[in-house]
C-alpha cells in the first residue's frame, strides 16, 4: 500500500480583474478603482501528493486585500478565501482546479472614503490553475510559479447588487 506525503505549503499572489467597486480620486488628475477580484493573497495550508507524485490534492487559507490610500482617505478591500484544489502533475508541471469559499468579504474606508464601508455575503466560486514545477515532478518538495483563473460573484449582504469577481493571477508557491 502507497502512503501519501502529507507537507506544509505557503503561497503568494497578487490577481486582477473583475467588476469594480469603487474609484478613488487620488491626488492632481490619477483615479484609482478597485476590482473586485484585485488583491495581494498571503496563505498557507496542506499538501498531500501521492505516492507516485502524479496526483496532489490542496487545502489553503488565505488572507487577500487590496488598498488604496491618499493623504485624506484609505480603503481597503479584503477576503478570506479557502481553496480545495487538485492537480495532476506531469512533465515540471501542475495543471488542476477546484472550489473555492471566500468568508467575510468587506469593504472598509476611513477618511474621505468612511462612507464606503460594505459587507458581502460568503461567496463559493471555481478555480482552474496551471503551475511549473521548478524541481520537476520527481521532487515532493518544491517552488512552483503559477497562473490561475477564479470563477465567483459577491452578492452585498441583505440581498443587494451582485458583482463578477472572474479574474486571473499569478502565484508562487512553497511546498516543504
Do not use: C
Not at 156 to 164: D, H, I, T, V
Request: aromatic share 12%.
Amino acid at each position: 500500500m502507497s502512503a501519501l506525503d502529507i507537507s506544509p505549503t505557503l503561497k503568494l499572489g497578487y490577481e486582477l480583474g473583475g467588476d469594480k467597486l469603487l474609484t478613488s480620486f487620488l491626488s492632481g488628475d490619477d483615479v484609482d478603482a478597485v476590482g473586485t477580484h484585485d488583491g495581494l493573497a498571503i496563505g498557507g495550508g496542506l499538501s498531500l501528493l501521492s505516492a507516485a507524485k502524479a496526483f496532489e490534492l490542496e487545502l489553503t487559507g488565505s488572507y487577500k486585500f487590496e488598498q488604496i490610500s491618499t493623504r485624506n482617505s484609505d480603503l481597503v478591500w479584503r477576503r478570506y478565501p479557502i481553496d480545495l484544489l487538485m492537480f495532476y502533475r506531469f512533465l515540471g508541471v501542475r495543471a488542476g482546479g477546484g472550489v473555492t469559499y471566500h468568508l467575510a468579504p468587506e469593504i472598509s474606508g476611513g477618511g474621505n472614503l468612511n462612507a464606503a464601508d460594505a459587507k458581502f455575503d460568503n461567496a463559493l466560486g471555481g478555480i482552474v490553475q496551471f503551475d511549473w514545477l521548478t524541481s520537476g515532478v520527481e521532487s515532493g518538495s518544491n517552488v512552483s510559479v503559477g497562473l490561475r483563473y477564479t470563477f465567483i460573484k459577491y452578492q452585498l449582504k441583505g440581498g443587494g447588487a451582485e458583482f463578477s469577481s472572474n479574474g486571473a493571477g499569478i502565484h508562487l508557491q512553497y511546498r516543504f
